[in-house]
């Protein structure tokens, strides 16, 4: 089906006829098609055609109905979303000057319509006729939840501002939108501009053959000779892991922490290029004034009216507790590195910051004779495909095939999602390695929402899962098979999860389908709930098979990774604590209107002293990189990865209490219910019923204290 999304995209002008963005209707976006040129003049087309659907909408003569107010809106606006959403997208993952010129001109325009979206009082005083009309009753569950969202972010969107105060919103919401972007691109050029060459093979003593190949291959790729290592993480990380050049360790860790700070890369002419230092302190003082602007006394309060926590305080006292209970196991980790680091490699001087992943992957290795390296080569990127898609299948009721889906790569994967009796339910694109032009990290993202459209058809769902693996390489001549690490394996479980959550949903109102309109802190229960598949024996000896031998992942091997799951977890958690509460306090006891200069980094070096055990270095100005708060929607949310994951384990938990039944945690009939009560279900309802429509009761941090080792 490729009907429009609206009637005046049946009718375009002779000037936009071809234009991509405009002409792919209900379906998917020739992705390769889209030129920068095609932006400007589709985006401002859209805005036109949105604004005259909100004119309409608050005309008196419309009625306040959910078909004529509801309906028609969102139609207007999800052509002005998913054409946005496309170039969006490929911002993040084919990215070029030319493409983020274009979308930067035309950035502006799109959060000013969306922010007066949110303040216009007409369009707000018409959804709040509809709520109090007798229809509202006759409205599906799903419906309501919709018109009832609509109001609470009319509210937050300044709808009640008086209209002295509205244009200074707009702007705040204006000037963070740009200053987002810029993070997100200070980030990635600072990552992308990094390049060391290694001339002398002996200075790479204890990197993987695999990952010396994949150096090789970089260092052709830019017409040089040797080894050439990148700060994209799957370059960057095995350094840190395996080299036992402890100059170059530290010659690449200081590159990486430095990024996009005042230590980091200059202009001749000395002017910073890609420091985010002030960046960060202005978009703290913006939030501050939009939160103020709203009634609320800061950010933190602000973020929380979506949310499932009620309180600032009630968040800053879980995480406290929280770091309470791991900084004891994390004295303990870091004390027994520090010992071993000393009497088995020779550091006298004491454990520094580019030999801790060193020091923990030899560590690891002697207790429990394995290491990552080893266990990578039984993860071949296509088996663990497969395995995943059978865990999917045998839980949820689903088939998953291979697609023929538009792409914007080569490299990029398509897949469609069908039910038991063969019809499509969903789509969903894999991007799955790391590249130039591309952001780093792992997500997943909307491409289209499953909603039933005027005609009582369904609009299927489709999504994105973009991750940045090592690409395969060619050793000896022949392309090798691209191999993942485990920690690989969770994160594409991990996206995966948010991606179920999108695809089987079978809510048919847009804006709570899917992931919309789930409070932000429940929105990774589904994610971190499917990583724990990744540690059952009867799940990894059907997705491994060793990619020079073929045969499968020893039970001896497996027995080791269970015993070594936890090591040094008191750390690793301790670490996402001071994250977390490093973003709250940001936005809940921070004063940026007073501060000056280094008072992000200060606030930041402060959390870290006063919960971290790992003495914090003079150089490191990892907040300049911490896209999550600066450039991707967890701004006061950091903490919800923790939130969730006290979810996720309890909701696990169902599984593993099946499993003394049935012998297996791929239950069907618990996986039946859980899609039911949490998937299929998406926003419609608020996700603390949801989680108690599955568990029967109240969610319990036990369950994550006991899989973290940390009871």
Not at 149 to 156: A, P
Not at 228 to 236: C, D, E, K, V
Not at 608 to 625: D, G, K, Y
Not at 673 to 701: D, H, M, N, Q, T
């Amino acid at each position: 089906m490729n009907t429009s999304l609206s009637p005046a995209l049946n009718n375009l002008p002779p000037a936009l006829q071809n234009n991509p963005l405009l002409t792919f209707g209900r379906g998917l976006a020739a992705y390769s098609a889209v030129k920068p040129e095609h932006i400007t003049p589709a985006i401002q087309f859209l805005l036109k055609h949105a604004q005259e659907a909100v004119d309409v909408a608050t005309d008196a003569k419309t009625p306040p109905s959910w078909d004529a107010l509801a309906e028609p809106l969102e139609d207007a606006t999800e052509a002005l979303g998913r054409s946005w959403g496309v170039i969006s997208h490929l911002n993040s993952v084919a990215d070029t000057p030319e493409l983020r010129a274009a979308y930067g001109a035309m950035l502006p325009e799109v959060t000013v319509f969306f922010s007066s979206l949110g303040q216009n009082l007409a369009l707000y005083k018409k959804f709040k006729e509809l709520s109090k009309s007798p229809e509202f009753a006759r409205l599906n569950r799903a419906q309501k939840k919709v018109i009832e969202n609509s109001l609470r972010d009319f509210r937050l969107g300044g709808a009640e501002l008086s209209d002295a105060d509205k244009p200074r919103f707009s702007a705040i919401q204006d000037e963070q939108a740009v200053l987002g972007k810029a993070f997100s691109d200070h980030v990635l050029d600072a990552t992308d501009s990094f390049v060391h060459l290694v001339g002398n093979e002996a200075d790479l003593i204890g990197l993987p053959e695999d990952v010396k190949a994949a150096a090789a291959d970089t260092a052709q790729q830019k017409g040089l000779q040797g080894w050439a290592f990148t700060l994209h993480f799957p370059s960057y990380y095995p350094v840190m892991q395996y080299c036992e050049n402890r100059a170059l360790r530290r010659l690449m860790y200081e590159a990486y922490v430095t990024r996009s700070s005042e230590l980091g890369p200059q202009f001749a002419n000395g002017k910073l290029d890609w420091d985010n230092s002030q960046n960060m302190l202005d978009q703290l003082r913006l939030r501050d004034e939009e939160a103020r602007m709203l009634g609320f006394a800061n950010f933190a309060a602000l973020s929380l009216a979506p949310k499932m926590a009620n309180t600032v305080d009630e968040v800053d006292l879980f995480l406290t507790n929280f770091a309470n209970k791991a900084k004891l196991f994390a004295q303990r980790d870091w004390d027994e590195l520090c010992q071993f680091a000393k009497t088995e490699l020779g550091l006298t001087d004491g454990v520094q910051p580019w030999d801790t992943a060193f020091a923990a992957e030899r560590l690891k290795q002697e207790r429990y004779s394995f290491s990552e390296n080893e266990l990578k080569q039984y993860f071949p990127l296509p088996k663990v495909l497969d395995g995943l898609f059978g865990v999917i299948q045998t839980l949820f009721g689903v088939k998953i095939e291979s697609a023929d889906l538009p792409t914007w790569h080569a490299d990029v994967q398509s897949f469609a999602v069908k039910d038991q009796a063969g019809k499509i339910r969903a789509y969903f694109y894999l991007d799955p390695y790391a590249r130039p032009g591309k952001r780093g990290g792992a997500w997943m993202d909307d491409a289209r929402g499953r909603r039933e459209l005027p005609n009582g058809e369904i609009q299927i769902p489709v999504a994105y899962l973009v991750c940045n693996f090592a690409p395969p390489v060619k050793v000896d001549g022949v392309l090798r098979q691209p191999t993942i690490t485990h920690d690989d394996v969770i994160t594409l479980f991990h996206e995966s999860g948010h991606g179920l959550h999108h695809l089987l949903t079978q809510v048919s109102a847009l804006g709570v389908s899917g992931i919309n309109g789930v409070e932000w802190d429940a929105v990774e229960l589904p994610s971190q709930f499917m990583e724990n598949f990744c540690w059952e024996w009867e799940v990894l000896e059907k997705m491994t098979a060793h990619v020079d031998t073929g045969k499968p992942l020893p039970r001896e091997l497996f027995d080791k990774i269970l015993a070594a799951k936890n090591f040094q977890n008191g750390l690793m958690t301790l670490r996402q604590i001071v994250m977390s509460l490093t973003d709250w306090r940001l936005h809940s006891h921070f004063d940026p209107k007073n501060a000056q200069g280094q008072a992000v980094l200060d606030l930041s070096r402060k959390m870290a002293a006063e919960f971290n055990v790992i003495p914090q270095p003079e150089i490191s100005r990892w907040i300049n990189t911490f896209s999550h708060i600066f450039a991707g929607g967890y701004a006061a949310g950091y903490y919800s990865y923790k939130w969730a994951e006290v979810l996720s384990a309890d909701a696990y938990s169902a599984f593993e209490e099946a499993a003394k039944l049935t012998g297996s945690v791929l239950d069907p009939k618990t996986g039946s219910r859980y899609r039911e009560e949490i998937l299929e279900v998406g926003g419609s309802r608020p996700a603390a019923e949801s989680f108690k429509a599955f568990r029967g009761r109240e969610p319990s941090i036990d369950a994550l204290l006991r899989h973290g080792g940390l009871a």
